[in-house]
């Protein structure tokens, strides 16, 4: 009998149910029945980032709400489900604990089995959940708010890490340039739609490139690593130097006097320069990101590209990606929108991956804001031996 599964998330602000269940087709094995997404953006976009204690108290109040809609919309009753999937981490500690509290509940009072799922396995599954079987190995980059990591799957559930930030995620990068630029929260999908108006080339900002001394040396998987404070660091000193009428700024101009039409007129930056900051910092972070996933992608000769997590809604991410992907005749994955921000339903499909590998959560499972994704799922409980 094929599998149906409820999926919650609750991570960080966005309170998530859904269904998702088998269909016993080998190249669409997943569907979703319903997805349910309950964004507080709109309360912590007053504080200009999200605010821990506002969002685990909204999740309190969405949570019933979102489950219930999940259900119904899904057209399942709890009588329907098979297992509860729930992010156990990483995330906000007192967000998880909203979520995988009500899994528990959940799971207990129906005495269904209870699956505890890694975000980020969430995210790179959302690939396999829209797309089906990605030809194998892949290289998977998972870009978003908390996270950019590259890993190699080698196979179904297999998530080998390769490379990691080692400081701001993109996403981050993003948020604290809009930030900064008085644009708003979340600043992804903001810089995104103002980068299209301004010159990417206007501003040569910094990206800091982690190189090997000795060119010919073999291939370091060190330098896949991402670093993100850097170029946010030069759009603040660029943003600073501009609106205090400061005669020149320093990292991409390298000193060099602004031209007579650019003389900085103190105060805040034109619609038009601000598109030109948008533009030319979605460029170098863009670049960073793709330079290494095709580096790795490359090197590990693999036979696809899969980018998931909140930044893979990038609308340059995603048209680079593809035009690169042409380039060496890789296809290159990517989810619908709705499934690249954080959702239910990638939980539930990663919580069908392991159910079926055989896991099972006891209900005193706890939620770990610093959760390691473990390379490998479990595999399946091989079968009681005949012969005894
Ligand atoms: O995966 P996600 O929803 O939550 C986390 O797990 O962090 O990712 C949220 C991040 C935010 O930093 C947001 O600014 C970014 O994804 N984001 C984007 C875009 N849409 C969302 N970044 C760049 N361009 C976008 N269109
Ligand atoms: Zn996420």
Redesign the pocket.
Known sequence: MPATILGIET????TAASVVAETGEAEKPWAIRSSVVASQAPIHREWGGVVPELASRQHIRDICGVVERALEQGGVGLADLDAIAVTQGP?LVGSLLVGLSFAKSLAAACDLPLVPVH??AG?IESLFLQHGPLPLPAIVLV?????TNLYLVPEPGVYRPLSRTRDD????A??KV?KLLGLG?????????LAKQGDDHAIDFPVARITHADRNAPFDPGLLDFSFSGVKTAVLRYVKARTAGEASYTPGRRGTPWKEAEQPAAGTLSDREMADVCASF?RV?VEALLDRTFAAAVHHRVRSVGI??????????RADAQKRGEELGLPVFVPT?SL????AAMIAAAGLRRFTAGVRGDLDVNADPALALLPTTPSPSPSPDPGR
Do not use: F
């Open positions: 991570s960080c602000d966005e995330g975000h980020l995210h870009v978003s708010g908390g996270h995620a993109a996403g981050e993003y948020d809009a929260y979340p600043g992804g999908p903001i810089i995104d739609k979605q972070v998931a997590g909140g930044v893979s809604a990038n609308s340059r991410l929108i690249s921000t954080d959702n």
